[in-house]
């Protein structure tokens, strides 16, 4: 469970970045909504084996979902950058997806 920890971490601490910054620091994005996907469904599902019961992962899948919207929400103060309700929905089923994997496969 460590590493998962440390992944996840580093994981939060990098897309935050890449959400945070001027729209002028970052290259062309090949597809942005499928980046968000990737992201957060990556994300959960680091978190989705940090947790210890179906509670837990509930509880990490909420806190993230909530961590997306929270991005969205500051992005715009960044230059060039603005609240998408796309990323957000990329975001949710990225995390959505993983919480289907969880139930199905585990």
């Known amino acids: 469970m460590a590493w998962e920890l440390i992944?996840?971490?580093c994981g939060a601490l990098a897309i935050s970045a890449g959400?945070?910054?001027p729209a002028r620091w970052l290259p062309p994005l090949p597809n942005d909504k499928l980046l968000h996907f990737l992201a957060f469904g990556g994300m959960a599902l680091l978190a989705g084996r940090i947790a210890q019961n179906n509670a837990q992962q509930t509880t990490w899948f909420i806190g993230l979902f909530v961590a997306g919207w929270l991005i969205e929400c500051l992005?715009?103060?960044?230059?060039?950058?603005?609240f998408c309700w796309r990323d957000m929905a990329a975001n949710t089923?990225?995390?959505l997806c993983a919480a289907i994997f969880f139930q199905v496969a585990i």
């Open 19 to 21: 959400c945070l910054v």
């Open 93 to 95: 089923a990225g995390i």
């Open 75 to 82: 992005q715009s103060w960044v230059p060039g950058r603005n």
């Open 7 to 9: 992944l996840f971490l």
